[in-house]
């Protein structure tokens, strides 16, 4: 694969990371507040099944990543719990841009 396809990758990656971070935020601190103090459990329901598909779309794109750049399991698992704890991705993509901006 050429390096322009790997900086691809590595970015679909990045940026599947943010917005799956981003719809558990709005999950977390809009949706879920609608539920429990406006009683509106519609916008979990919907919230909770936009957010579920993206990470499961995240999750595939992990794995390929992980085997393309032949990331550690340590690597892989750290991603994972990176991905439901609310703000770490942030901080990881700083990391992974780096790392794109070296692999062109």
Known sequence: MSERKTFKLINLYRHTALV??????ILLFIAMPLKYIWDIPEA???FGWIHGWLFLFYFAVLIVAAFKYRWSILRIVYYLIASVLPFLPFLI????????????
């Open 44 to 46: 979990v329901k919907y």
């Open 93 to 104: 993509d700083k990391k992974l841009k780096q790392e794109s901006l070296t692999a062109q």
């Open 20 to 25: 799956e971070a981003i719809s558990y935020l």
